[in-house]
Structures are given as C-alpha cells and as structure tokens.
C-alpha cells in the first residue's frame, strides 16, 4: 500500500519507492470548499533504490493532511531552556507552523522590540515518545531558512542510552555562514575532548531549493549524505563499537526539527532583525528499515 498521496502530481510521481510496476494513483484537491479527485496510472521502469537495498518504508509524513498530524509529532514550547543562550520562544500557534501546499512550513517571526530572548517567535517538532528509531535510513526533503541569526536544524537526540550521551546532528544551518551546512555527531566521548565527528559541505542554493538530507545507521556505522545515498560527506564508523562512550547508538533516537534564533553558535554574528519572517519548509520525511 502506498502512503497518503499528495496534492501534487509531480511530489506524487517522487513518493514511489518500491518495485518495479504500474500503480494507479488517485489525488484529492480541496479548493473553496470543493473537493475533486483525479486518477492516473504511473509506470515505474526499475526497481528503486531502497527496493534493491531490502528496505522498506517504516513511517512517513507527506504532509498531505490540512494540519500538523499530532500522532506523530509533538511541539516543544518555551524560551530560555534549549542551551545554546538562544533568543526563540518556541510555541505550537499556527503562524509559526502549519501545513501548506503538501508541506510542513517552519516560521520564525520577530515579535519583540528584538535583540534579546523572548523577542522571537519559532517551532520545534519532536517525534519524542511516538515515532523514534535505532538504525535504518532517514530521508528529509527541506528549503533551509536563511539569514544572519537563523539556525534551522534537523536533528536526532534521545536518552534511552544514559548515562551515555547520544545525539546525531543530521543538518545544521547557520545564516551566518550562507550556503554551508554542517553535520554532526555527539556522544560522551566526543564532549569529553576525543576527536569531533563533524563535515561541513558547501551547497550553494540551500536557502532557494530543496535537498534531501539523508542518513544511513547500520549496526557499526553512520553516514549521512546529500541528495543521494552515494553522494556521502560524513561517514562515522568507530572501531569499537561496543564502548558506549564511543557508540551510544544502540538505542531509540527521536527527530527534532526546528529553527533557532541568536545563540553561541547561529548568533555568533548577531541577529540580523530586518530579515523576518523567515520560513523552513519541509517536503517530505521517511524513515524506512531492513
């Protein structure tokens, strides 16, 4: 079975992973409070990529529904108690994120006389408790928000693996420092002076255009990659991974999507307070496993 369809042809032709074969497709649009269905067949010519691999689709959100689905995703709210000295009040109002056109929209907003913490509003989703994972592949499709102060993150964090620290940084984004994105991974031993796992890749068009932002966990290994699963710029595969200071990575982690405003590293450079609203939009997130 094919998940919930989107209102676009285009992103539904994209949603086809699995064999080789003919599907007929049917899409809903709602317009004015009229609501019409189209239905057509569409050929896939080989077997995908993930198919080929022996994974398949563990969760998905296509966005597709009229509202955030709160199955699936929770909203942390609040300033102050992120780290990072960040500037953001976190809230779940709908002018900082909604569903629009098949895609979960991230707003953040100046809502202050600006240039301290409260005077920003923004979103951060978590799948915390409802929709986390212990390897398998991760594929979001997302326009990155740009501009001096911003810091929009997609990221993995849980504490099933205490007292060992456990965080995967998938993508990270600083204004500041445009048409760059970062990639990290975090555990005890890192934050206890071993040597940083980190990239960094320059990817001129991230704040104009989508990318997929993908991640591959197998049992000794992380990587994460850019647009397709062989285009890898961050591969962590440490030889011991029975040492959980090293590789806490044998536990759940939870998704967590956001934009941060100010901080030490995404305000390192000040807040630009000219540049708001400023949107993160995300087309499309997968999980999928062997």
């Known amino acids: 079975m094919l998940p919930d369809l989107p209102r676009n042809p285009d992103k539904a032709r994209s949603s086809i992973w699995r064999k080789k074969g003919t599907y007929e497709i049917t899409l809903k649009q709602k317009i004015n409070g009229k609501q019409g269905t189209s239905t057509q067949q569409y050929t896939i010519a080989e077997d995908s990529y993930y198919h080929q691999q022996g994974e398949s689709l563990w969760w998905n959100d296509e966005f597709t529904a009229a509202e955030v689905d709160v199955l699936s995703w929770n909203y942390d709210q609040g300033t102050g108690k992120w780290g990072n000295n960040e500037w953001q009040n ?94 990290v991974i975090h555990t005890t031993a890192t934050l206890e002076g071993d040597e940083k796992v980190s990239s960094s890749l320059k990817v001129p068009d991230v704040e104009d255009n989508f990318h997929v932002y993908g991640m591959n966990w197998t049992d000794d290994k992380i990587e994460f990659y850019l647009d397709s699963p062989d285009n890898i710029y961050l591969s962590f595969r440490p030889e011991n991974t029975s040492d959980p200071r090293v590789w806490p990575f044998d536990s759940e982690l939870y998704l967590i999507i956001n934009i941060a405003v100010g901080g030490d590293w995404g305000g390192m450079r000040g807040v630009d307070d000219s540049i708001f609203p400023r949107e993160m939009e995300v087309d499309y997130v997968r999980f999928f496993r062997k």
């Open 90 to 183: 976190y809230t779940n109002k709908s002018e900082n994120s909604f569903i629009r056109d098949g895609m979960l929209v991230l707003r953040a907003v100046k809502s202050g006389e600006g240039q301290k913490i409260g005077d920003y509003t923004s979103a951060r989703l978590t799948t915390r408790g409802k929709k986390e994972i212990s390897r398998g592949r991760v594929e979001v499709r997302a326009r990155l928000a740009g501009g001096v102060g911003l810091w929009p993150a997609i990221w993995f964090y849980g504490t099933k693996a205490s007292p060992y620290y456990s965080e995967i940084d998938l993508l990270e984004y600083v204004g500041c420092d445009k048409d760059i994105i970062y990639g």
